[in-house]
């Protein structure tokens, strides 16, 4: 993706456009403040400089025309801002009393996402219909995160025991890479996100796959991997649906395979990556809560082909 499209100057949501108006506008409004300064004080320097023999300026006392204009005119702007900001927040917060589309829940260091329409659940890749204005309810799992998507909606901080909310929006189909904006550890800088926005039918259908268990029919190599990774400790912390792994601690991999990226949008989805991965997680990204297992190549090379089957 094109990272440096990826900033508040592209906004593709009425939401984003209301933000990056007004950051617009007051970068000029104080470009001009600070220029009007600027000019003022170079050209006192020059006009005021110390000649040989110069008298000192005579000082001005008392000029109400001067002060007025200087407390007024500021205070003028001050409320022109209040009010657009008034009016943004109107237009890019959701009211308290609507049920949320979506649930995002922000984990040391990935995003859960659920459905609470369809039931379905992901991670870090969430996945929205074009055009469509959600409600998003964010919770967190820990500590304090921040869920940003700066070309789609305003930032948001996920406050544990604090639900909050915002609408999210995407007026064009593609990848919006969302990240943590708020500091949460160790692998804050690497907590990243995408939304993927597809036309309604594509999103119904993904909705519908995702809602099924994986495929069956595994080969030789994916049975192996599959039953090592229900005899180890992965099931504690990971679910695949339609198998016994249940755990709620980490990301749900039921379709692993179907995502791009692993890690929280830090490596493209590939078996190279993958078998990195689970090699030494730590190596990856450190400090994570998935512990390195120290797998034979044999161990890694099973799994691999399991989790890659996980469509
Ligand atoms: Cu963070």
Same mark, same amino acid.
């Given at each position: 993706?094109?990272?440096?499209?990826?900033?508040?100057?592209?906004?593709?949501?009425?939401?984003?456009?209301?933000i990056?108006?007004?950051?617009?506008?007051?970068?000029?409004?104080?470009?001009?403040?600070?220029?009007?300064?600027?000019?003022?004080?170079?050209?006192?320097?020059?006009?005021?400089?110390?000649?040989?023999?110069?008298?000192?300026? #005579?000082?001005?006392?008392?000029?109400?025309?001067?002060?007025?204009?200087?407390?007024?005119?500021?205070?003028?702007?001050?409320?022109?801002?209040?009010?657009?900001?008034? #009016?943004?927040m109107?237009?890019s917060n959701p009211?308290s009393?609507?049920?949320?589309?979506?649930l995002v829940i922000s984990h040391q260091w990935?995003w859960?996402?659920?459905?609470?329409?369809?039931?379905?659940?992901?991670?870090?890749?969430?996945?929205?219909?074009?055009?469509?204005?959600?409600?998003v309810g964010l919770e967190s799992a820990d500590v304090i995160h921040d869920f940003w998507v700066p070309?789609?909606a305003p930032k948001m901080d996920v406050v544990p025991g604090h639900p909050n909310r915002l609408w999210l929006?995407?007026? #064009?189909?593609?990848?919006?890479?969302g990240t943590c904006a708020e500091f949460c550890g160790?692998?804050h &800088?690497?907590m990243?996100f995408?939304?993927? &926005?597809?036309?309604?039918?594509?999103?119904?259908?993904?909705?519908?796959?995702?809602?099924?268990?994986?495929?069956?029919?595994?080969?030789?190599?994916?049975?192996?991997?599959?039953?090592?990774?229900?005899?180890?400790?992965?099931?504690?912390?990971?679910?695949?649906?339609?198998?016994?792994?249940?755990?709620?601690?980490?990301?749900?991999?039921?379709?692993?395979?179907?995502?791009?990226?692993?890690?929280?949008?830090?490596?493209?989805?590939?078996?190279?990556?993958?078998?990195?991965?689970?090699?030494?997680?730590?190596?990856?990204?450190?400090?994570?809560?998935?512990?390195?297992? #120290?797998?034979?190549?044999?161990?890694?090379?099973?799994?691999?082909?399991?989790?890659?089957?996980?469509?």
């Amino acid at each position: 993706m094109n990272e440096a499209l990826n900033s508040v100057f592209h906004s593709e949501s009425p939401q984003a456009e209301v933000i990056s108006g007004l950051f617009i506008l007051v970068l000029i409004v104080c470009a001009v403040i600070l220029l009007i300064v600027a000019a003022m004080i170079f050209s006192s320097l020059a006009r005021f400089r110390h000649k040989p023999g110069g008298l000192d300026p #005579k000082p001005r006392h008392g000029n109400w025309k001067l002060e007025t204009a200087w407390t007024v005119i500021p205070f003028l702007i001050l409320i022109w801002f209040l009010t657009l900001t008034a #009016k943004g927040m109107k237009e890019s917060n959701p009211p308290s009393d609507q049920k949320p589309d979506l649930l995002v829940i922000s984990h040391q260091w990935w995003w859960e996402a659920r459905y609470p329409q369809s039931g379905v659940l992901t991670a870090n890749e969430i996945h929205i219909p074009v055009g469509v204005r959600w409600l998003v309810g964010l919770e967190s799992a820990d500590v304090i995160h921040d869920f940003w998507v700066p070309r789609l909606a305003p930032k948001m901080d996920v406050v544990p025991g604090h639900p909050n909310r915002l609408w999210l929006e995407a007026d #064009k189909p593609g990848n919006y890479l969302g990240t943590c904006a708020e500091f949460c550890g160790a692998q804050h &800088a690497q907590m990243h996100f995408l939304i993927i &926005a597809q036309s309604p039918p594509e999103f119904e259908a993904w909705v519908e796959k995702q809602g099924k268990p994986p495929p069956r029919g595994l080969t030789e190599g994916e049975q192996k991997g599959s039953r090592l990774f229900q005899s180890m400790t992965c099931v504690n912390c990971h679910t695949v649906n339609g198998t016994p792994a249940k755990g709620q601690a980490a990301p749900d991999l039921t379709h692993f395979a179907s995502r791009q990226t692993i890690g929280a949008v830090i490596l493209p989805n590939t078996p190279e990556n993958l078998a990195r991965w689970l090699k030494n997680p730590q190596a990856v990204k450190p400090a994570i809560l998935m512990p390195d297992f #120290k797998l034979t190549d044999a161990q890694v090379s099973g799994l691999t082909s399991y989790l890659e089957s996980l469509k």
